[in-house]
């Protein structure tokens, strides 16, 4: 497959995620990687990519363009997808409450054709301490306290970013629902 690459390219191979903590599902981070080797049938043959390498170059001969339509044509590793795709791990661990988490890249290239290990450091994990509600408006205030009653937010429970906005919807909801039609998101902090 590779005979299809230009001369400084290389072949994307495998793309592996690993952490430190092995309570953390990795699987659940990998749509945040933007760059996937070719697909595999079965998890063992690259068959698409076989089909792919069975044309020739040269794409005058109609079977060479029917192998290439039904084939796939092999991923080329970029390593400003490898960044993009770090620094959005980093960013989706960080608002699962890892603050300091890092990940780091392991990039290996042998007979062109790269392997991509993300290394997911995590570091220690962020509680919530506790909840404050201060509202400017009292009959807001009453509002929101009958929310409250099937409020998403606990003390002591894993900082969460996804539930954070999803309680802040919920209260936005629930005061439209009452009579505040000019609320705007901005204003649920």
């Given at each position: 497959p590779t005979k299809f690459l230009q001369e400084n390219e290389t072949m994307l191979r495998s793309v592996q995620m690993t952490s430190d903590?092995?309570?953390?599902?990795?699987?659940?981070y990998r749509s945040y990687v933007r760059q996937e080797p070719n697909a595999r049938w079965f998890n063992l043959l690259k068959v698409p990519l076989a089909i792919y390498s069975i044309s020739q170059p040269d794409t005058t001969r109609r079977t060479g363009r029917f192998f290439r339509r039904i084939g796939q044509a092999p991923v080329v590793y970029d390593s400003a997808m490898t960044e993009f795709s770090r620094?959005?791990?980093?960013?989706?661990?960080?608002?699962?409450?890892?603050?300091?988490?890092?990940?780091?890249?392991?990039?290996?290239?042998?007979?062109?054709?790269?392997?991509?290990?993300?290394?997911?450091?995590?570091?220690?994990?962020?509680?919530?301490?506790?909840?404050?509600?201060?509202?400017?408006?009292?009959?807001?205030?009453?509002?929101?306290?009958?929310?409250?009653v099937n409020s998403l937010l606990y003390?002591?429970?894993?900082?969460?970013?996804?539930v954070?906005?999803?309680?802040?919807?919920?209260?936005?909801?629930?005061?439209?629902?009452?009579?505040?039609?000019?609320?705007?998101?901005d204003y649920v902090k």
């Open positions: 903590n092995k309570l953390l599902k990795v699987g659940d620094r959005s791990l980093e960013a989706a661990l960080q608002a699962k409450g890892y603050f300091h988490a890092s990940v780091h890249t392991d990039v290996t290239t042998r007979k062109r054709k790269t392997d991509v290990n993300y290394r997911l450091l995590l570091g220690r994990r962020y509680y919530v301490a506790k909840l404050h509600i201060t509202v400017d408006d009292e009959r807001m205030k009453k509002e929101i306290d009958s929310l409250s003390k002591g429970m894993p900082f969460d970013a996804t954070l906005s999803e309680e802040r919807n919920r209260i936005i909801m629930g005061l439209l629902n009452a009579g505040y039609y000019r609320l705007q998101k």
